[in-house]
């Protein structure tokens, strides 16, 4: 079975340091890869994606994430982190050529301190 | 243009009562996914629609829970006998043509308060 783990439910950052939050990932198969970031009373949004080849992923508002298969993980990170950063962000994984759901985890609150 | 819509954006019902979400995809997309998410929770998965035909329904909880998207883009969740366990985020997501390759892209959602 699919599933995701963000080990941190939250994670503090002075603004201007970088940032990583932390996903690693379950699938019987290969992944593709996905985060969202969701602020308050708002949806989720899509951040950015690994879908194959270059296994370092840019994505919107200069976040990026490392692919990296054999720690199974797939963690965003970001030179230098603003205020304006702060929300929860969701890692998810879906199985190649399933079609259906995303499995999502349970989200990492991220917190830049000015 | 415009992305996901999601009505109403909040309900608040009573326990036993009948309630009605309705999700408008981005225009064009032709799969259409429901999630929910509980407080401090990731959202789950509920159903994926594929055009007009539910293609996965293994994420409802029970048959009290029932999906519709009769044309092919508007859907409805619809939830019957409601119990405050249902109380959550109703989240509606869509996607071009629902290859695994792409990305869903929810709505605001519903939050749904049962008493």
């Known amino acids: 079975a699919q599933s995701v783990a963000q080990p941190e439910d939250q994670v503090n950052v002075a603004e201007g340091n970088p940032l990583t939050v932390k996903c690693t990932y379950s699938?019987?198969?290969?992944?593709?890869l996905f985060w969202y970031v969701q602020y308050p009373n708002r949806g989720l949004q899509f951040l950015l994606k690994?879908?194959?080849?270059?296994?370092l992923v840019k994505g919107s508002y200069g976040f990026e994430a490392e692919f990296n298969k054999s720690q199974t993980s797939f963690h965003l990170k970001k030179p230098s982190a603003l205020v304006s950063d702060s929300a929860l962000y969701f890692c998810?994984?879906?199985?190649?050529?399933?079609?259906?759901?995303?499995?999502f985890g349970k989200g990492t609150r991220l917190h830049i301190l000015p | 243009g415009a992305g996901v819509s999601q009505t109403p954006s909040n309900k608040v019902t009573e326990k036993g009562k009948y309630v009605e979400l309705r999700c408008d995809p981005i225009?064009?997309?032709?799969?259409l996914y429901w999630y929910r998410q509980s407080l401090g929770q990731g959202p789950e998965f509920l159903i994926y629609?594929?055009?007009?035909?539910?293609?996965?329904d293994s994420g409802l909880p029970n048959d009290r829970f029932f999906a519709v998207r009769p044309e092919g883009s508007v859907s409805t969740l619809k939830i019957q006998r409601t119990e405050r366990g249902d109380s959550a985020v109703y989240l509606c997501?869509?996607?071009?043509?629902?290859?695994?390759?792409?990305?869903?892209?929810f709505g605001p959602g519903t939050r749904l308060l049962v008493l």
């Open positions: 629609f594929q055009g007009t035909g539910a293609a996965d």
């Open positions: 699938v019987s198969g290969n992944p593709y």
């Open positions: 997501a869509s996607s071009l043509v629902g290859g695994s390759q792409e990305t869903q892209y």
């Open positions: 998810a994984v879906r199985e190649v050529n399933r079609d259906d759901k995303i499995i």
């Open positions: 225009s064009g997309h032709t799969a």
């Open positions: 690994y879908i194959t080849g270059d296994n």
